[in-house]
């Protein structure tokens, strides 16, 4: 074998290896861990008990996440993402309600996985970070008063008295 071939075997070898050792290395380095102290105790839980299935890069036992669903990790794609939270709203929300009814951890709920399933802590660290999440909007809600019928007839009377009280024939 020439030189020449050797080496563009080689290449050939090693240039795939290097690229996919990169990609891997790159992917679980993308990760951001949180600033903010609630969302790193979620954080924590979901690193302790999914992302071995549900991480990309730090899978372990499987080649790719299970029901393609590879993010656990990333919390602002989940808190974006309505079909697996629904900020403010634990119960609403799918990735939650998974864990309460007992269908997550996967391999410690259905086949019997020797591993610690996530304990009240740990539910309630999800719980928490999820209303969290919900605060913002609401209080951007309740910053505006609510005007309910009865505000409105108030004003209604409250202008018809101002109308009767004004001098007739006055156009207003
Ligand atoms: C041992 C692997 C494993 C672990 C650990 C695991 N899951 Fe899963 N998960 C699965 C499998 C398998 C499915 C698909 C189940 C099915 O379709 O019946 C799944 C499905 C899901 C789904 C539905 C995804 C969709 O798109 O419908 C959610 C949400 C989920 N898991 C959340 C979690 C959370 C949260 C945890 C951690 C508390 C967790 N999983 C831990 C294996 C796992």
Redesign the pocket.
């Given at each position: 074998m020439g030189r020449v071939s050797f080496r563009l075997l080689l290449a050939g070898f090693l240039l795939p290896a290097f690229v996919s050792v990169t990609i891997g290395a790159a992917s679980s380095a993308e990760i951001p861990v949180p600033t903010d102290p609630v969302a790193k105790l979620a954080f924590d839980?979901?690193d302790k008990?999914?992302s071995?299935?549900?991480q990309d890069g730090k899978l372990t036992?499987?080649q790719t996440p299970?029901?393609?669903?590879g993010n656990?990790l990333k919390l602002e794609e989940l808190a974006s993402n309505a079909?697996?939270i629904q900020p403010g709203n634990p119960y609403g929300s799918?990735?939650?309600k998974?864990?309460v009814d007992k269908?997550?951890?996967?391999?410690?709920i259905y086949?019997g996985?020797s591993v610690p399933?996530?304990s009240e802590a740990d539910v309630k660290a999800?719980e928490t970070w999820i209303q969290s999440l919900g605060t913002s909007k609401v209080a951007g809600c309740t910053a505006r008063p609510f005007v309910g019928n009865k505000d409105i007839v108030n004003l209604i009377a409250a202008d018809l008295e101002n109308r009767s009280s004004a001098p007739r024939g006055r156009a207003i």
């Open positions: 839980v979901l008990h999914c071995r299935c549900h036992k499987r299970a029901k393609n669903f656990v079909s697996m799918k990735l939650f998974q864990i269908e997550m951890p996967y391999d410690v086949e996985a399933g996530p999800l």
